[in-house]
């Protein structure tokens, strides 16, 4: 009885505080999207700062690094090639490519204006079997110059700009079903899967080029759902490599868009609703996705692609995968490569700069402040109210861009609004205090990353591999005998993501890693959000990717039914 009167005062309390805390935030977020909107109109947006880590390689004196070109040829905004520095000692490619902020079209674009309902018919020539020559990594010349006169930028202008919180409205329009599954948690959550389906026609087709579709999980960052992956429509990561015949899964973590729970798994104790953390999504969450997804699909081994927060999971499961799992599994074993776009394993410098950032800091351990269930659920009541409207969207976008100089400059702007549709979702206090408390107490990614990932220590020792630069001991794994017994580490590191320390990632790994179980692709340019909605993030993240997967053979791999 006593808790619950307690949990009836801090409710209120803190939703009082937190509803100035919105309404101040609210009101500072528009005033600066107002000035930057209005009053510095030809400026280029974009923070061209990194974080304050600087990158330290290993450079042996006979190998420089080389300059290549990549031909930019699914690019919307240039035919030119990319600039990439090839780092061979060190497996990184630095790509210094800087693209005009005024080649994206606009949402008030003419070519825009007649899109926007459902009736909204698409050209036949966007039709799936274009999109399968257009996103082989073999294509060829003629293929290239066929798709001269059908840009890219042709495919975003047959894009329905209807916002509707909901990918099975914009994917049956490209012929794509999206299955929905509900999977439960050992310790008793219910969490939502996606899967686009390949109709029988395309899998006949694929199955003559590869046999077995390889599966890739996709698992999204903090506040977000796996949308993130698929909301940029025929222009998405998650679009791309199901065209590129890959099997895709959107996972999403606990409580997300609709919080479910089986109450009898928890006891009927209301409180565990929202007593979890990042150890709970690794242990659980993680693990449920992955054995799912491997038992639909008959494999043995995915491909984990995660961003942000998503990547904290799968370096922790990792990492540190002895002190969280039991002797049943162990994620190395479940993963043929692991792509990390943004990856968060060391914080950044804008945790300690921005003032509304370093105020929830502050007060997060604090239940008058925050509470103790879940984080600002105003923010999801407001958003639940609204559904589809375009003001929780341009709301949630402002937001970001004042909290964490994230704008969007590199974005096709007709499709911000549709991003912010599958964020924010529901997380508990208890998760945003494993992120930002300052509590020496308490383990934190503010506080305790560099006990969490040790900057020293070997995380993935392996014998057959190259010999790592300065070994300095292992961490928590015994030495394997072949890279294959872990993954394919790809990492996307944007140099302007001051949210998370990408440099000091890199450094760990051309360190103290073997660089036979990585590549690493350093993107000038690029910032945290970047990544999933770049304009040109076919050219720049999912061409790579298609090229540098390490796929099993179909020997060891089991046909999917």
């Known amino acids: 009885m006593l808790e619950a009167i307690s949990d009836f005062i801090y409710r209120v309390i803190s939703g009082t505080i937190l509803g100035c805390f919105l309404l101040v935030l609210s009101l500072l977020a528009l005033w600066h999207n107002f000035v930057t909107a209005h009053f510095r109109h030809h400026h280029d947006f974009r923070d ?35 600039n990439v520095e090839e780092d061979e000692d060190n497996n990184i490619e630095f790509d210094h490519t800087i693209t005009s902020t005024d080649t994206r079209p606009d949402s008030n674009d003419s070519s825009l204006s007649d899109i926007g309902t459902a009736n909204t018919s698409i050209d036949s020539t966007y039709n799936l079997a274009n999109h399968q020559y257009v996103y082989d990594k073999n294509f060829t010349k003629k293929n290239r110059s066929e798709l001269e006169d059908n840009p890219f930028q042709d495919v975003l202008a047959a894009e329905d700009m209807k916002l509707v919180p909901d990918l099975k409205y914009y994917y049956k329009q490209y012929n794509i079903e999206i299955e929905e599954f509900e999977v439960e948690t050992e310790d008793g959550f219910i969490i939502d899967l996606w899967h ?5 026609d395309s899998l006949e087709k694929d199955n003559e080029r590869n046999p077995d579709l390889h599966p890739i999980l996709m698992l999204h960052g903090l506040l977000q759902s796996s949308g993130s992956f698929a909301s940029s429509g025929r222009k998405s990561l998650a679009y791309f490599l199901h065209q590129s015949g890959f099997d895709i899964w959107l996972g999403n973590n606990r409580c997300g868009l609709k919080p479910k729970w089986n109450m009898s798994a928890l006891g009927f104790d209301k409180r565990k609703k929202w007593d979890w953390d990042m150890d709970q999504m690794v242990q659980y969450d993680l693990k449920a996705l992955i054995e799912t997804v491997l038992s639909k699909c008959k494999h043995e081994k995915l491909t984990l692609m995660s961003h942000s927060q998503g990547t ?3 370096f922790m499961g990792l990492v540190n995968g002895e002190l969280l799992y039991g002797t049943d599994f162990k994620l190395s074993e479940k993963l043929e490569n692991f792509v990390a776009l943004a990856p968060a394993v060391y ?4 945790l300690d700069e921005k003032q509304f950032v370093k105020f929830m800091a502050k007060g997060i351990d604090n239940p008058w402040i925050f509470g103790n269930k879940a984080f600002l659920p105003l923010m999801l009541l407001m958003k639940k109210i609204t559904n589809g409207v375009i003001i929780i969207p341009f709301m949630s976008y402002v937001m970001f861009n004042y909290l964490f100089d994230w704008n969007d400059s590199l974005w096709d ?20 205090q494993w992120w930002l408390s300052p509590l020496d107490n308490k383990m934190s990614f503010k506080k305790g990353a560099g006990t969490l990932f040790p900057d020293s220590k070997t995380w993935f020792p392996v014998e057959d591999g190259n010999p790592v630069a300065k070994p300095e001991g292992l961490h928590l794994n015994s030495t394997r005998q072949s890279k294959k017994d872990y993954p394919h580490f790809m990492m996307f590191i944007p140099r302007q993501d001051r949210l998370v320390d990408g440099e000091r990632l890199i450094n760990h790994f051309i360190n103290h890693e073997s660089n036979s179980l990585y590549k690493i692709w350093y993107i000038d340019e690029y910032s945290h959000l970047d990544v999933l909605w770049a304009h040109d993030v076919i050219d720049r993240i999912g061409q790579p990717i298609v090229e540098n997967l390490r796929l099993p053979k ?8």
């Not at 040829?73 to 035919?79: A, D, G």
């Open 347 to 350: 914080p950044g410098p804008l």
């Open 196 to 200: 686009l389906k390949h109709d029988t």
């Open 554 to 561: 179909r020997s060891q791999v089991g046909r999917a039914n």
């Open 48 to 82: 061209t700062r990194s974080s304050k880590t600087t990158i330290i390689p290993k450079q042996e004196p006979h190998s420089p690094r080389r300059q290549k070109k990549r031909h930019q040829s699914l690019s919307v905004s240039s035919c030119s090639p990319l």
């Open 413 to 432: 702007k007709p499709l911000r609004d549709r991003h912010f549709l599958f964020s924010p979702v529901y997380i508990s206090v208890k998760l945003m």
């Open 312 to 314: 904290t999971q799968g």
